[in-house]
Nanobody, 121 residues
Framework: QVRLVESGGGLVQAGGSLRLSCTAS????????MGWFRQAPGKEREFVAS????????YNTDSVKGRFTISRDNAKNTVYLQMSSLKPEDPAVYYC??????????????WGQGTQVTVSS
């Protein structure tokens, strides 16, 4: 079992930056590929970014390329999502996820509770 806790969400002006963190407890963090997803009101949850166990591979959805960066620190059991140049279309609840396959879809094994990101224009 893996427990994931996100933090770092909040209110930011358009064009600003936020860094989300997700800390894992339980089984060995480096055993899992990690992903970030988001869900806006009335919309389905969508993939944002993912990173392999030791950080050698990353994927980003097109809408965040060049603006969002996923990273991880296995010594701290934490994965990060650095978000820059935030846009009005970025507000959502952001979730981190852990899984054995490195995926851009929802087939992760464990999910956090989410952290809200709000962007003001």
């Amino acid at each position: 079992q893996v427990r994931l806790v996100e933090s770092g969400g909040g209110l930011v002006q358009a064009g600003g930056s936020l860094r989300l963190s997700c800390t894992a407890s339980g089984r060995t963090f480096s055993s899992y590929n990690m992903g970030w997803f988001r869900q806006a009101p009335g919309k389905e949850r969508e993939f944002v970014a993912s990173m392999s166990r030791w950080g050698s591979m990353t994927y980003n959805t097109d809408s965040v390329k060049g603006r969002f960066t996923i990273s991880r620190d296995n010594a701290k059991n934490t994965v990060y999502l650095q978000m820059s140049s935030l846009k009005p279309e970025d507000p959502a609840v952001y979730y981190c996820a852990a899984g054995l396959p490195l995926s851009t879809t929802n087939n992760y094994d464990y999910w956090g509770q989410g952290t809200q990101v709000t962007v003001s224009s």
